[in-house]
T-cell receptor, first 110, second 117 residues
Framework: GDSVTQMEGPVTLSEEAFLTINCTYT??????LFWYVQYPGEGLQLLLK?????DKGSNKGFEATYRKETTSFHLEKGSVQVSDSAVYFC?????????FGKGTRLSVIA | EAGVAQSPRYKIIEKRQSVAFWCNPI?????LYWYQQILGQGPKLLIQ????????DSQLPKDRFSAERLKGVDSTLKIQPAKLEDSAVYLC???????????????FGPGTRLLVL
């Protein structure tokens, strides 16, 4: 079945550091790919999405490119802030309901 | 625009007791989802409604979990009797149409955190 694998955390970075959170997927067909973020004490929020190969999703300085050849959707940000501290979930949706990875906790220290 | 509302936010019960969670989706959203998020894991779909009909409940433990969306708007998820392993955050989400639209965004509520002692 469809599945998502993302890098294990926690990830701790200093403010203004470069962030990469790896995400790879297994799916039949052509799924849509998503990154959701969960801030402390809050629900999941959609961060960005891409619906077809080579699409780049972007929001709040975060980017991810749908790479069909490597079945990846890595999340990147050039300069993280303390306010980016949260848990990040990679997810896909194809012919199945939304399938999530286990989440990666990011802590950014000043 | 108001988001997805859930209540209560927290609940502590003893095993074998029953508990119910309520969700009110975004106005006009036809599709409603209930997810279970166990600590350290990603959310797992329990049940999906399209209006007041069930689309997918294949991962719902039907011996103890039940859900309804009688008027196609708000929904209730019930656990009876609860087990220790039901301790989790229960998330409700909604989307505009849902069916066969893989790129459609789901909007999540804040969740109900359940602790079973």
């Amino acid at each position: 079945g469809d599945s998502v694998t993302q890098m294990e955390g926690p990830v701790t970075l200093s403010e203004e550091a470069f962030l990469t959170i790896n995400c790879t997927y297994t799916a039949t067909g052509y799924p849509s790919l998503f990154w959701y973020v969960q801030y402390p004490g809050e629900g999941l929020q959609l961060l960005l999405k891409a619906t077809k190969a080579d699409d780049k999703g972007s929001n709040k300085g975060f980017e991810a490119t749908y790479r069909k050849e490597t079945t990846s959707f890595h999340l990147e940000k050039g300069s993280v802030q303390v306010s980016d501290s949260a848990v990040y979930f990679c997810a896909l949706r194809g012919n199945t309901p939304l399938v999530f990875g286990k989440g990666t906790r990011l802590s950014v220290i000043a | 625009e108001a988001g997805v509302a859930q209540s209560p936010r927290y609940k502590i019960i003893e095993k074998r007791q029953s508990v119910a969670f309520w969700c009110n989706p975004i106005s006009g959203h036809a599709t409603l989802y209930w997810y279970q998020q166990i600590l350290g894991q990603g959310p797992k779909l329990l049940i999906q409604f399209q209006n007041n009909g069930v689309v997918d409940d294949s991962q719902l433990p039907k011996d103890r979990f039940s859900a309804e969306r009688l008027k196609g708007v708000d929904s209730t998820l019930k656990i009876q009797p609860a087990k220790l392993e039901d301790s989790a955050v229960y998330l409700c989400a909604s989307s505009l149409r849902g069916l066969a639209l893989s790129q459609e965004t789901q909007y999540f509520g804040p969740g109900t955190r359940l602790l079973v002692l």
